[in-house]
Nanobody, 121 residues
Framework: QVQLVESGGGLVQAGGSLRLSCAAS????????MGWHRQAPGKERDVVAT???????YHTDSVKGRFTISRDSAKNTVYLQMDSLKPEDTAVYYC???????????????WGQGTQVTVSS
């Protein structure tokens, strides 16, 4: 069992910055990867960025050069630094964690509650 708690969303003007945080607790040794997804009204939920326990990162093309995913392993926390925000970035952002099978773990996908990011023009 893994619990994810998100924070850091808010309202910002275009060109501004926000930093999202996601703190994991529970069976954190089961986690193989974490990431951020976002969903705008009437749109599909899409991946934004991911990071594995080995440190490999992925950022979707629309945010490359503007967003950066990182982690603090000691705190079981991942971050999404969002710079040069655009109105198109407006969405609910969800933290996600993948747990791996083995070592007393099960395969499962965990989701946070979501945090609203609104970028005005």
């Amino acid at each position: 069992q893994v619990q994810l708690v998100e924070s850091g969303g808010g309202l910002v003007q275009a060109g501004g910055s926000l930093r999202l945080s996601c703190a994991a607790s529970g069976d954190t040794l089961c986690i193989s990867a974490m990431g951020w997804h976002r969903q705008a009204p009437g749109k599909e939920r899409d991946v934004v960025a991911t990071i594995t326990t080995g440190g490999s990162t992925y950022h979707t093309d629309s945010v490359k050069g503007r967003f950066t995913i990182s982690r603090d392993s000691a705190k079981n926390t991942v971050y999404l630094q969002m710079d040069s925000l655009k109105p198109e970035d407006t969405a609910v952002y969800y933290c996600h964690a993948d747990s791996r099978k083995g070592w007393g773990c099960i395969e499962y996908n965990y989701w946070g509650q979501g945090t609203q990011v609104t970028v005005s023009s």
